[in-house]
């Protein structure tokens, strides 16, 4: 069983920077991949960053790439988003993720646990 926590979402202007942390439970975080997604209100949650859980690999949704970095940190547990050059239509709520399973695509197959999300709201 693993238990996410996010942290470091708030209230940006457009163009500032946020960065979201999420810290995990358990000694076997090396062995998850993790992953950011969102939800804006009114609209389905959606794929924004992974972190493969071997071989240091990432991948982003088009709407975030070159904006955001998804990085993580084995030895405490966590995994970071760094969002940067924010915008109004990146408001929504942030959730980790992680799935223990290898994926093709892990933008749209399932992940087994998930934390409670952190808000974050862009101000234009």
């Known amino acids: 069983q693993v238990q996410l926590v996010e942290s470091g979402g708030g209230l940006v202007q457009a163009g500032g920077s946020l960065r979201l942390s999420c810290v995990a439970s358990g000694r076997t975080f090396s062995t998850y991949a993790m992953a950011w997604f969102r939800q804006a209100p009114g609209k389905e949650r959606e794929f924004v960053a992974v972190f493969s859980r071997s071989g240091g690999w990432t991948y982003y949704a088009d709407s975030v790439l070159g904006r955001f970095t998804i990085s993580r940190d084995n030895a405490q547990n966590t995994v970071y988003l760094q969002m940067n050059s924010l915008k109004p239509e990146d408001t929504a709520v942030y959730y980790c993720?992680?799935?223990?399973?290898?994926?093709?695509?892990?933008?749209?197959?399932?992940?087994?646990?998930w934390g409670q999300g952190t808000q974050v709201t862009v101000s234009s």
């Open positions: 993720a992680a799935t223990a399973h290898y994926y093709r695509d892990y933008a749209g197959s399932p992940y087994e646990y």
